[in-house]
T-cell receptor, first 110, second 110 residues
């Protein structure tokens, strides 16, 4: 069965304490892996798309990487404003069908 | 401003009373999609559309209908809502990379 699993479910960091979030997937025919950020009461906000193993993307304190079975979202020296739920999703080749993981709730303490 | 607009933001209705949630995007995106978000289950895709008059089922299409008669609009129709359709609904559109999400519609069916 195709699925996307994110870990940990929740993470508390001190400001400046770097860490990584994990997204593992089992999908036949991957079109792309997507990372989103969601703030409470709002719709998800697109961060990155990764298409092939070995690819990396960066944006400010965030860096996403992709292997054949998982993706990591590395957060370097996080700030309180990075607190949010981070979602990953996989898209199927040839369609716009998506599966989302259940997310990692990140809390960065000042 | 580039955006996806959903209406209404909040809706309380009774079992069996047909309703429509509207969605409109001003970015000329080809792809549009509807999701529902439930605690512990994450975001699940209901339907998606790859172009005008082209729609397909996501993971949880039962009890929902969609239509794509114009590129900018993608309404979600609940012909006979039931309490298990109480959820937070998001519409999203994409040019082919990541999705831009609307602000959400919180639906309660009593």
């Amino acid at each position: 069965e195709d699925q996307v699993t994110q870990s940990p479910e929740a993470l508390r960091l001190q400001e400046g304490e770097s860490s990584s979030l994990n997204c593992s997937y089992t999908v036949s025919g991957l079109r792309g892996l997507f990372w989103y950020r969601q703030d409470p009461g709002k719709g998800p906000e697109f961060l990155f798309t990764l298409y092939s193993a070995g690819e990396e993307k960066e944006k400010e304190r965030l860096k996403a990487t992709l292997t054949k079975k998982e993706s990591f979202l590395h957060i370097t020296a996080p700030k309180p404003e990075d607190s949010a739920t981070y979602l990953c999703a996989v898209g199927y080749s040839g369609t716009y069908k998506y599966i989302f993981g259940t997310g990692t709730r990140l809390k960065v303490l000042a | 401003e580039a955006q996806v607009t959903q209406n209404p933001r909040y809706l309380i209705t009774v079992t069996g009373k047909k309703l429509t949630v509207t969605c409109s995007q001003n970015m000329n995106h080809e792809y549009m999609s509807w999701y529902r978000q439930d605690p512990g289950l994450g975001l699940r895709q209901i339907y998606y559309s790859m172009n005008v008059e082209v729609t397909d089922k996501g993971d949880v299409p039962e009890g929902y209908k969609v239509s794509r008669k114009e590129k900018r609009n993608f309404p979600l129709i609940l012909e006979s809502p039931s309490p298990n359709q109480t959820s937070l609904y998001f519409c999203a559109s994409s040019s082919g990379i990541g999705y831009t999400f609307g602000s959400g519609t919180r639906l309660t069916v009593v």
